[in-house]
């Protein structure tokens, strides 16, 4: 065979792999370990040791959104195991109409007996530990009297609490220990508190520190029976962390330098990219992506349970989509999918997308991005995310990474959250 017979053959074989066309199935995961509470902490008194004396007080600052509630529980200090709590799923923080709640909220704090001693008579005499109950028993509101016989005031005497409310989802909690000069004048002890997520209408924890009617768990009876917050604290952290769905996948094959619906450092280009980031509806973004020359096709994915995908909950796998994609050389594939519990944030492929030739997991080419269209607020805890009901505050700045830690928490890394994998 001639050289030039050999040139010619190559040359048809080149050019017939520019043109031939391959498939391959992109699959999208939410891959987040997701955790029911969206903040916790515990409190102390300043002096020493450190409970909180009659005439003082403590403080505590979180976010929340409309339909979440905070709790927390601190020890009746001269008691055996009683403690103070707000009813579950604990006090209320906004109104129906979404107005914040303040000022004084003590009607919702009550007394509980933790089940696990025999209560003496409260007071500075009362000897710790005290005597086991034989049997321990269900947690059970103490009203006016307990099951020994001994007499209480209720509780919205013996503790005062009272909400501001700081602006941009921000809340202060102050509990004030005001059980001096009464007939149950007490300590009140270190103590721990929490906030669930909220799905849907649903929390995700409604009861994270004790169910009434139930025994007591979790490091609860520690704090209940000597004040030490310690244990409970840490269990509440242990299930406080990140959760969030990812909304309808918008996978985009195209050809090109440059990603076709944003670049960082851009500000949004009012294509519909604001309108997946702000409230994950990828409609807009792809129909206006469909007529781009560059653009050979767009998807979007849904889950067919959720619409959205979920995280994974428990022993629940988180949800995934897949699509069969038919490429040639040169594709490219980009992706965008809100974090569903944010203003404005979404994932994408970070430059020019993926190579289409690439086969694997490929979620290191995912970033985390704030679009700049919306105020941020605490993730998955502000009243103005689209998830909630609410209406994103307007802004504009350029597009760029999410900082982590940011201003609000400390996020798990990229590839904890979302998994991109093509086969």
Not at 308 to 331: E, I, N, R, Y
């Amino acid at each position: 065979m001639t050289i030039a017979t050999l040139l010619l053959v190559f040359s048809s074989c080149d050019k017939k792999d520019e043109t031939t066309s391959f498939s391959n199935t992109i699959t999208i995961e939410n891959v987040l370990n997701s955790k029911p509470l969206v903040q916790s902490g515990i409190f102390k008194g300043t002096s020493s040791p450190p409970v909180i004396f009659p005439g003082a007080s403590v403080s505590i600052s979180f976010y929340a959104t409309k339909g979440q509630a905070v709790t927390f529980a601190t020890m009746y200090g001269w008691s055996n195991d009683l403690f103070f709590a707000p009813d579950n799923p604990g006090i209320k923080l906004y109104d129906n109409d979404g107005s914040p709640i303040t000022g004084d909220v003590s009607s919702q704090i009550k007394l509980w007996d933790n089940g696990t001693r025999i209560n003496q008579p409260p007071g500075m005499n009362v000897s710790h530990p005290g005597t086991a109950e034989t049997t321990p028993k269900n947690i059970s509101e103490v009203r006016g009297m307990d099951a020994q016989g001994n007499i209480y005031r209720i509780a919205s005497d013996l503790v005062k609490t009272t909400l501001a409310y700081d602006g941009n989802s921000k809340f202060t909690l102050t509990i004030r220990n005001t059980s001096g000069g009464t007939a149950n004048e007490t300590p009140l002890s270190p103590g721990a508190w929490a906030i669930s997520y909220i799905a849907g209408n649903d929390l995700l924890n409604p009861m994270p520190i004790y169910t009434n009617g139930q025994l007591s768990i979790n490091g609860l009876t520690n704090l209940a029976e000597a004040g030490n917050n310690e244990p409970l604290g840490a269990y509440l952290t242990s299930i406080t962390g990140i959760f969030t769905p990812l909304s309808p996948v918008l996978v985009v094959v195209y050809q090109g330098e440059e990603n076709p619906f944003y670049k960082v450092g851009e500000n949004d280009r009012g294509e519909g990219l604001k309108e997946l980031a702000q409230k994950g509806n990828a409609d807009i973004l792809a129909a206006k992506l469909q007529t781009k020359s560059n653009v050979k096709k767009v998807y979007i994915l849904k889950d067919r349970m959720n619409t959205v995908l979920l995280p994974a909950m428990g022993v629940k796998a988180g949800d995934k989509v897949s699509q069969q994609l038919t490429l040639s050389k040169g594709d490219r594939i980009a992706i965008a999918t809100m974090y569903g519990f944010s203003n404005d944030w979404y994932f994408a492929t970070k430059g020019n997308g993926i190579d289409a030739t690439i086969k694997g997991n490929v979620s290191d080419n995912i970033e985390l991005y704030d679009n700049g269209t919306a105020i941020d607020q605490y993730p998955g805890a502000g009243i103005t995310q689209a998830v909630f009901g609410g209406t994103p505050l307007p802004e504009n700045k350029p597009i760029q990474a999410v900082s982590n830690p940011n201003a609000y928490t400390t996020l798990p890394p990229t590839n904890q959250i979302i998994k991109v994998t093509i086969n």
